[in-house]
């Protein structure tokens, strides 16, 4: 999914035909403020995935398989046709309570589709009162079925991660997560960490989960697993290098070679790849 692409102007119509009832040509490209969509989660819902399925294409690749296929079915969206969409939802939910609003995530989590978890996961991460009221339970319902790196990413980046802050899923959580038979869910332990490390999520810094999860997990070579390790210690690199340095000392032996080459370039040079352009 290309995140500069820019919205094109017939899929913008195609949003504003599904809102305003009208498929007519020459109606307008943008309108002033499209209307309600509905007043309930199942309806909203049902209004949400029209709103996907009328900018459906072929999908040319498959963003979410990074050499993992995913059961979800793709509807071929761009980035910026789904932060649309989202940004309409949200607008809608903006006064909700958080139940209803938790319920509209399950029943766009329930349509079976890639597009549909990540328009769930990001209106849930723009609504504090629902956000807030989750628990570890909740979200482990929210997380099963997730078999895809970008889900799981952004399940981490925009809720997981932030209930960790703000104490609604505690450490023994989350290390149990990152103990699991299943990747995915060490991906996203991994991942969580990543957020707390963010500004841009709300993270402040937090080396000391951090690296709890680091130690879990230093010796594990499924590649998503991989990956994500290199991830959450380059995210912490702003706010503990010295650690990190003494992190990948005390674990060269264990370490993945793409591990020690990432996070050795972000400390040396500030990039990941260690090339400046």
């Known amino acids: 999914m290309s995140a500069t692409r820019k919205l094109p102007a017939s899929r913008r119509t195609a949003i504003e035909q599904v809102t305003s009832g009208s498929t007519a040509p020459g109606s307008p490209k943008r309108a002033a403020k499209p209307p309600p969509l509905a007043t309930t989660p199942r309806a909203l819902a049902e209004s949400a995935m029209q709103l996907l399925r009328a900018q459906q294409r072929p999908p040319k690749d498959d963003p979410a398989a990074g050499g993992y296929g995913t059961a979800l079915e793709h509807l071929g969206l761009h980035v910026p046709e789904l932060r649309e969409v989202t ?4 607008r809608e939910v903006k006064r909700w309570p ?3 609003v938790l ?6 989590i329930d349509t079976d589709t890639f597009e549909g978890r990540q328009l769930a996961y990001e209106v849930l991460g723009r609504h504090r009162a629902a956000r807030e009221a989750l628990d570890a339970e909740m979200l482990e319902e929210l997380a099963q079925g997730m078999d895809n790196w970008v889900t799981v990413d952004t399940l981490a980046a925009e809720v997981v991660g932030r209930a960790w802050a703000n104490g609604q899923i505690d450490d023994r959580t989350v290390k149990a997560w990152a103990r699991a038979d299943d990747f995915w869910w060490r991906r996203l332990a ?3 960490a990543v957020a ?3 500004p841009a999520r709300g993270g402040t810094g937090d080396a000391e989960r951090t690296f709890m999860l ?4 230093v010796a594990d070579r499924e590649d998503m697993v991989v990956k994500a390790l290199s991830w959450a210690l380059r995210s912490v ?3 503990d290098a010295r650690r990190v340095r003494a992190f990948l000392a005390e674990h060269d032996a264990e ?3 793409r591990v020690r080459r990432e996070v050795s370039a972000k400390l040396r040079t500030g990039l990941k790849s260690g090339r400046r352009r």
């Open 214 to 217: 680091c130690h879990l997990l």
């Open 103 to 108: 319920e509209l995530v399950r029943r766009l």
């Open 237 to 239: 690199i702003a706010h």
């Open 190 to 192: 991994l991942a969580s």
């Open 255 to 257: 370490l993945a070679p």
């Open 98 to 100: 958080a139940e209803p």
């Open 196 to 198: 707390l490390n963010t």
């Open 87 to 90: 940004r309409h939802v949200s």
